[in-house]
Nanobody
């Protein structure tokens, strides 16, 4: 059974930090890129960051560059999203996703259940 399990969300003050984790199982981790998406109330889901597990190449949305860092621990089949200097506009449900294609924009094959991140001012 394929699973992507997110953890690490919560409530934090503006300027604070959180680290999200995405633990993957049930598929060949190295064959996929793992991405983080987020969806705020009333807004479309947007891609935040992604990492090619096999190559280590990364992608960041302009809105999070310089503040968020994505990394992977291939031995644990886990991807992390370190989020620093958080802003109220970062408030959203954050979803982990696995992409089997060769492009960040390829369709998502698997989704996690999401974890809430709330940044208060």
């Amino acid at each position: 059974e394929v699973q992507l399990v997110e953890s690490g969300g919560g409530l934090v003050l503006a300027g604070g930090s959180l680290r999200l984790s995405c633990a993957a199982s049930g598929f060949t981790f190295d064959d996929y890129a793992i991405a983080w998406f987020r969806q705020a109330p009333g807004k479309d889901r947007e891609g935040v960051s992604a990492i090619s597990v096999s190559e280590g190449s990364t992608y960041y949305a302009d809105s999070v560059k310089g503040r968020f860092t994505i990394s992977s621990d291939n031995a644990k089949n886990t991807v992390y999203l370190q989020m620093n200097s958080l802003k109220p506009e970062d408030t959203a449900v954050y979803y982990c996703a696995a992409i089997g294609g060769s492009s960040w924009s390829d369709p998502v094959d698997y989704w996690g259940q999401g974890t809430q991140v709330t940044v208060s001012s």
